[in-house]
């Protein structure tokens, strides 16, 4: 959010700047300004989208090597790791939620909002 106000802040601040030209008339700089943040602003979209696209993936597999053996002893005919694989879900299910509460940031929104209030 912060950087967002500081991005719309320098924007404005560049509308306003008045550039001279080579044959005395004056250019706003507002189109120009414009168009490079505009080209800047949809690298930056892109290069996030597939960071978040590569974390989402990554996130994906290390909940799936949590859960596969505890599904794997689900299927077991062994009736000592089927009641293991129902006391391991319990488990797996809060720490695939604290895993995606850590990776939306809603995490870090809880903790923020008891440490500052």
């Known amino acids: 959010m912060k950087k967002n106000a500081i991005l719309i802040v320098a924007l404005l601040a ?5 550039i001279p030209m080579a044959h005395g ?19 930056i ?3 996030v989208d597939r960071a978040f696209g590569i974390v ?5 597999l290390i909940i799936a090597i949590l859960w596969v053996p505890i599904a ?3 299927f077991s005919r062994d009736l000592d790791r089927k009641a293991d694989a129902k006391e391991r879900t319990k488990d797996a299910l809060i720490g695939t939620i604290i895993f995606i509460m850590a990776i939306s940031g809603v995490l870090y929104a809880v903790i923020h909002y ?4």
């Open 14 to 18: 560049m509308l306003s700047v008045q």
């Open 25 to 43: 008339q004056l250019m706003n700089s507002s189109i120009t300004a414009l168009a490079a943040t505009n080209t800047n602003s949809t690298q």
């Open 45 to 47: 979209n892109g290069i």
């Open 56 to 60: 989402a993936g990554v996130a994906g």
């Open 72 to 74: 794997i002893g689900y």
């Open 114 to 117: 008891i440490v500052v209030g």
